[in-house]
C-alpha cells in the first residue's frame, strides 16, 4: 500500500521568506502527485499536479513543486510567502489503475504567515 | 452555481447514536469518495462509490455505512460501532473513469460525540 509523509507539521514563518514543505511517498510505480491547500474555514482545492513530463510543476498563487524520482519526493515551494498563505497543506498520490482512482494523503502541514 | 454542498455543518451526536451526514453534487460526476480528517493524520478514505448502487470499502470502512441510489447524492451513516466518530467529514466527487480525475471537494462536516 502505498503512504505519503509530510515532516513538517507546523511551520511559522514572515511574510516574504522563502518556503518549502516536504513530501515523500512510498510506492515504486509510476504515480500522479498533487498539492492541496485548505484555507481557514474554505473548501479543500487544489493547488498542483503531477502527471508526467516536466518534473518542475507550476501551480496556483505563485507555488511550484518538483518531482524528485530517486528520492519519491514531491516538495511544494514558493519563493515569497504572503499572510494569506496561511493554511493547511496537503500532499497526495493516486496510483494509475487503483480501483477508485483513490488518493492517498499525507498528515497535512499547518503554515502560519506572520504579517 | 455547480459544486458540492455537505449539511448540516456542525452535528452533535450522543453516543450510541447513529447519525447520517449528507452529500450532494450537481456536477454530474459518477466518483463520490468520503474523508475523515483528523489533525496530523491528514484525509483517510471511508467509502467511495465510482457508479449508481455499488460502492466500495476505504481504508477506515468499520463503523460506517453508505448508500449511493442517486448519482447525485451519497449519504454517510456514522453508527454507534464507530469508536472514535468525533472528526471533520469531507466528501468529494470526480467524474472517475480508468485515468485519474480531479477530485472536488465539498466544505466539510464537523461532527462531535458528546
Not at chain 2, 18 to 31: F, I, K, P, R, Y
Not at chain 2, 76 to 97: D, E, H, M, R
Amino acid at each position: 500500500a502505498q503512504s505519503v509523509s509530510q515532516h513538517n507539521h507546523h511551520v511559522i514563518l514572515s511574510e516574504a521568506a522563502s518556503l518549502e514543505l516536504g513530501c515523500n511517498y512510498s510506492y515504486g510505480g509510476t504515480v500522479n502527485l498533487f498539492w492541496y491547500v485548505q484555507y481557514p474555514g474554505q473548501h479543500l482545492q487544489l493547488l498542483l499536479k503531477y502527471f508526467s513530463g516536466d518534473p518542475l510543476v507550476k501551480g496556483i498563487k505563485g507555488f511550484e513543486a518538483e518531482f524528485i524520482k530517486s528520492k519519491f519526493s514531491f516538495n511544494l515551494r514558493k519563493p515569497s510567502v504572503q499572510w494569506s498563505d496561511t493554511a493547511e497543506y496537503f500532499c497526495a498520490v493516486n496510483a494509475p489503475g487503483n480501483a477508485g482512482n483513490m488518493l492517498t494523503f499525507g498528515g497535512g502541514t499547518r503554515l502560519m504567515v506572520k504579517p | 452555481d455547480g459544486g458540492i454542498t455537505q449539511s448540516p455543518k456542525y452535528l452533535f451526536r450522543k453516543e450510541g447514536q447513529n447519525v447520517t451526514l449528507s452529500c450532494e453534487q450537481n456536477l454530474n460526476h459518477d466518483a463520490m469518495y468520503w474523508y475523515r480528517q483528523d489533525p496530523g493524520q491528514g484525509l483517510r478514505l471511508i467509502y467511495y462509490s465510482q457508479i449508481v448502487n455499488d460502492f466500495q470499502k476505504g481504508d477506515i470502512a468499520e463503523g460506517y455505512s453508505v448508500s449511493r441510489e442517486k448519482k447525485e447524492s451519497f449519504p454517510l451513516t456514522v453508527t454507534s460501532a464507530q469508536k472514535n466518530p468525533t472528526a471533520f467529514y469531507l466528501c468529494a466527487s470526480s467524474t472517475g473513469g480508468d485515468s485519474y480525475n480531479e477530485q472536488f471537494f465539498g466544505p466539510g462536516t464537523r461532527l462531535t460525540v458528546l
